[in-house]
């Protein structure tokens, strides 16, 4: 895949997938549960306006509504899985906790989308063999790092 935008920080991790998904109406994130939900969540939130759901590992039958609320976004009452994109999270190509490539694209074939775009950490995607093997129109790559201090 080619680079078309450098983000750096939170912010250019919000603003970079708003560009993303700015002419969708509905966005339907894919995700493991648990460690990716956060992650649906804090994406959505430039977004909040739209139509917003997140599927729990490849359980369609369990997709949830993504609402605001005083408190931010959670997620609400059951709804459909279809959507305009549909956004896979990078925990789905972790092992012990995601899914083999091939489950994620029988599970693509079960839930309407016109776009399909990856949102992953460390170069997951690129790592497990998705990029190669699934249909990903932009997949959204970003690097953490840090350190931990204390006062000596």
Not at 67 to 82: I, K, N, Q, R, V
Not at 84 to 98: Q, S, T
């Amino acid at each position: 895949m080619q680079t078309v935008q450098e983000i750096k920080g939170l912010g250019g991790l919000l603003n970079g997938f708003r560009d993303l998904v700015k002419d969708d109406a509905k966005i339907t994130f894919v995700g493991s549960p648990g460690f990716c939900t956060p992650f649906a969540l804090f994406l959505g939130y430039p977004v909040k306006d739209r139509e917003l759901a997140f599927v729990p590992g490849l359980q369609v039958d369990k997709a949830r509504r993504i609402t605001p609320t005083e408190y931010g976004l959670e997620l609400g009452e059951p709804t459909s899985a279809d959507a305009d994109v549909v956004v896979v999270l990078g925990g789905m190509a972790m092992p012990k906790i995601g899914c083999s490539v091939q489950e994620m694209k029988e599970f693509l074939g079960k839930v309407k989308h016109k776009k399909l775009i990856g949102v992953c950490f460390m170069g997951i995607f690129d790592k497990a063999g998705w990029c190669a093997n699934l249909e990903f129109d932009q997949v959204m790559n970003a690097v953490i790092e840090g350190d931990i201090s204390r006062k000596d």
